[in-house]
């Protein structure tokens, strides 16, 4: 079983637990120094980090949430000055507003580390020449995923974002033996690959590492079988660091979490309340290396349940499940995050009032579709089909432009979209 880290990896659970406690120490005196926002709330709840004994005291110190961090755009979550921040990244600017971490040199070398983890635990070796197909740029997965592997020592191809068929050309000819993308990447890869006539006998792919949206089990069965390779789940979020939260071992049964960088709980997203091992919630994470962006109890608002049975591949980190809802509303489109805020936006200003709607999304062999259903006033509904047909065009491109999307759009009469139900306005038939 090939473990990157032994020390870390498979430290016993009362040294980590060690070792995650004088790393929390020193977050959250660092955070309480330095972080307005942490010194305030800390002040206000009369939380002195220095008397922090237990692992358990940090449930004292109430999450901190997204809008907290979109309130502090662009810098002031930051807990260096930016003379000592060595690199920055960005969520994506189509969610509205974007969030801009920071990373030390110690951060960025904790960061190369960890996606290393993920790679050698998904079998990448020196021996390997790896493909990177996520984007190089302010996206955490391309550069991420970058460093780990060189130092892993495999040869890396930065594929990022090359048009899909020279992408394939250059697995093939460079003879490429593992990829790391998202799922939805991959899928259209191997849609390519058939309409060019391309066989996976022609490839030397033995593995791939794929993340960054939720993706099932049927799906890796299709893809495991269709391209003979093996493929492992990873899990990351921009906030706390990008790839390499988590990763699946060759059990391929729920993905180790790095707790010597990370704390994990989950939470009733509701009522706040901690819930026990095994029971299904919101994923928070403390960060205990960071220097740069610390981030204390943070609301992932993705939803999943932490297993604590050792795992046989001799790994003691504990593991989460795979993730396939988030709480708030964001959806993934095809690697792409988006709001339904946005496509009100969108609509508002094309019908002129906020109209009522839902986003039906499905999946079409390999691509995400989005059907935009929008209620539609009885005196507009019943105008000339010019009229209607304009309308959708102009939703149509405005949405193109705006979330990089190209959707299908319904005119409904009005009180067609069924009302009071909490997620009415995304219906997701995906992976369900
Ligand atoms: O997606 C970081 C990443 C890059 C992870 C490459 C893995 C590989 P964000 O763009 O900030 O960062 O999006 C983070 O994507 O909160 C989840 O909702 C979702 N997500 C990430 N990985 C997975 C996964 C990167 N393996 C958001 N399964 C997260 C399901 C995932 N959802």
Known sequence: ????????????????????????????????????????????????????????????IPYTSKDTLRLAYPY???????????????????????????????????????????????????????????????????IGFHYGAEKIGASVIPGSEADMENQIIIMRDYRTTAFACAPTYAAQLFEV?????????????????FGA????????????????????DNYGLTEIIGPGVSFECDHKNGLHISEDHFIPEIIDP??????????KGELVLTTITKEAYPLIRYRTGD????????????????????????????????GQNMFPSQFEQILTEAIGTAPKFQLVIDKKETL??????????????FDEM????????????????????????KLVEPRTIKRGMKKAKVIDKRYK
Request: hydrophobic content about 35%; overall charge negative; glycine content about 6%.
């Open 1 to 60: 079983m090939p473990v990157w880290n032994e020390k870390y990896e498979t430290m016993k659970r009362d040294e980590l637990e060690q070792v995650q406690l004088e790393r929390l120490q020193q977050t959250l005196n660092r955070v309480y120094r330095r972080v307005s926002y942490y010194q305030n709330l800390f002040n206000k709840i009369s939380f002195d980090p220095d008397t922090i004994s237990t692992l358990g005291d940090l449930k004292k």
């Open 76 to 142: 002031d979550m930051f807990a260096v000055p930016l003379r000592e921040v060595v690199r920055m990244q960005s969520t994506s600017g189509t969610t509205g507003q974007p969030l801009i971490v920071g990373y030390t040199k110690n951060d960025i070398e904790h960061w190369t580390e960890l996606t290393a983890r993920v790679l050698y635990a998904g079998g990448v070796t020196k021996d390997d020449i790896i493909q990177i197909c996520f984007p190089y740029g302010l996206f955490t997965g391309g």
């Open 193 to 209: 690959m058939n309409e060019k006539g391309i066989t996976p006998a022609e490839l030397s792919l033995s593995k791939g590492l």
């Open 213 to 232: 949206e939720p993706w099932n089990e049927s799906f890796r069965k299709e893809i495991e079988e269709k391209l003979s390779i093996s493929v492992t």
């Open 270 to 279: 509701d009522t706040g309340s901690v819930l026990g091992p095994g029971e």
């Open 303 to 334: 939803l999943t349940c932490l297993y604590y049975e050792p795992c046989t591949c001799g790994r003691t980190l504990i593991k989460m499940g795979k993730i396939f809802e988030r709480i708030d509303d964001m959806i993934i489109l095809n």
């Open 368 to 381: 995400d579709e989005l059907e935009i259903q929008v209620e539609i006033s009885g005196d507009f509904f």
């Open 386 to 409: 010019k009229k209607l047909a304009e309308l959708e065009i102009t939703i149509i491109k405005e949405v193109k432009e705006r979330l990089d999307f190209i959707p299908k759009v």
